[in-house]
């Protein structure tokens, strides 16, 4: 779709949802014209028939006009482009109207619409209540895009500050780990800056992305375990299981990095003999699913930092705000491991 055509008021007309409102509002129109004019109930049924093709006659064909002319109505601002809708509906309920007053009217089919009135005035009635309709229509068409342009911004504000808090938070826990060894090992924790110093370079390279590729965040994830790799040693066993999940699947920035980071601090960090994360991706019906799982330190072992669950909040209130509620994560513990699920749609990049 046309990024220009999206930033106007007026809705996609050739999508088959719009189409469905302009045939229910066109019929709506139809019953409560003929509810007003007081028919008896034999008659009820065939006025609101008449009425209803001639308002389908109107609605259909603005809508299809407007669906054709999107992109050059497009080019202006909301205000010419609701101009012109007005001005296309109008125009072509005229033209309804000398189709039913001079093209059909042999055909006896709309007569009784034209009959009880003069010609003239069933164009004024016609074309006044297209013009009350539409104007109301198109007024409501724009608060409800401003509404959403205000939701949207609103929405997007939230999570770039979600963002951004994520990424002090491993940068503060990777430089606190370099601190600590500072004195102990100076070589390696100058091995450790400069591994630091690519994750962060390659962590920039999405750093105002909304949405990036799995295979880039993979790529963030073991550049942050080089890190704890130099730390922990043979403490840390790492398994990768994601040959199933396409690669190039759609997802916030710096979404796994965190579990990871989690599952070393509270699960392999504390234990004496380290532990094991597993990190695994798997299709479902309709999207992805991404498990970060690690095993847990024996009871009563010593946590050598303190949890950070800012963190896992951020990241599920990112996850439900870019996928609009349809992704989601899931915390539980089985089999004496603790697991985290990612669940997201799958959306390839483009």
């Known amino acids: 779709m046309n990024l220009k055509a999206e930033k106007i008021f ?40 008449i009425r209803s093709l001639l308002a389908l006659w109107i609605a259909l064909m603005s809508a299809a006009c407007l669906c054709l002319l999107r992109k050059k109505l497009a080019r202006g601002n909301d205000f010419i482009a ?10 072509i309920s005229v033209l309804v109207c000398w189709l039913v007053v001079e093209a059909l009217p042999n055909a006896g089919l709309l007569l009784p619409l034209v009959e009880p009135v003069q010609k003239a005035e069933f164009y004024w009635r016609t074309l006044g209540i297209s013009s009350l309709v539409s104007l ?11 509404w959403r342009q205000q939701v949207e911004a609103q929405a997007a504000a939230s999570l770039d500050a979600l963002q951004a808090r994520m990424r002090p938070h491993f940068l503060f826990n990777s430089l606190n780990t370099i601190a600590s060894l ?38 963030l994830v073991n550049l942050y375990l080089a890190i704890e790799f130099h730390r922990l040693d043979e403490r840390l066993k790492v398994s990768w299981d994601i040959d199933d999940v396409p690669k190039d699947a759609l997802l916030p920035p710096l979404s796994l990095q965190p579990l990871v980071e989690n599952a070393i601090y509270h699960g392999v960090e504390p234990d004496p003999n380290g532990g094991e994360i597993v990190i695994k991706g798997a299709r479902s019906i309709g999207g992805i699913v991404l498990t970060v799982s690690n095993t847990l330190p024996p009871e009563g072992s010593h946590r050598q930092r303190k ?3 800012v963190a896992m909040a951020n990241l599920a209130a990112r996850i439900a705000g870019c996928f609009e509620g349809n992704g989601y994560i899931n915390r539980y513990v089985k089999e004496g491991n603790y697991h985290v699920d990612i669940m997201i749609p799958y959306q390839a990049a483009l």
Do not use: W
């Not at 609701?82 to 125009?91: D, H, K, S």
């Not at 109301?136 to 401003?146: D, E, G, N, P, T």
């Open 307 to 309: 949890g950070n669950q």
């Open 10 to 49: 007026l809705p996609d007309f050739c999508s088959v949802r719009m189409l469905l409102a302009v045939f229910f509002l066109a019929e709506l129109l139809a019953f409560l014209l003929t509810l007003a004019a007081n028919t008896s109930a034999l008659g009820f049924l065939s006025e609101f028939g």
């Open 182 to 219: 500072t004195r102990i090992d100076p070589g390696l924790a100058e091995e450790l800056v400069e591994d630091l110093a690519e994750l962060i370079r390659a962590s920039m390279l999405v750093d105002h992305a909304r949405l990036v590729r799995l295979d880039e965040e993979i790529k």
């Open 136 to 146: 109301a229509i198109l007024r409501y068409l724009f608060v409800l895009h401003q």
């Open 82 to 91: 609701g101009l012109a809708a007005f001005c296309i509906i109008q125009l």
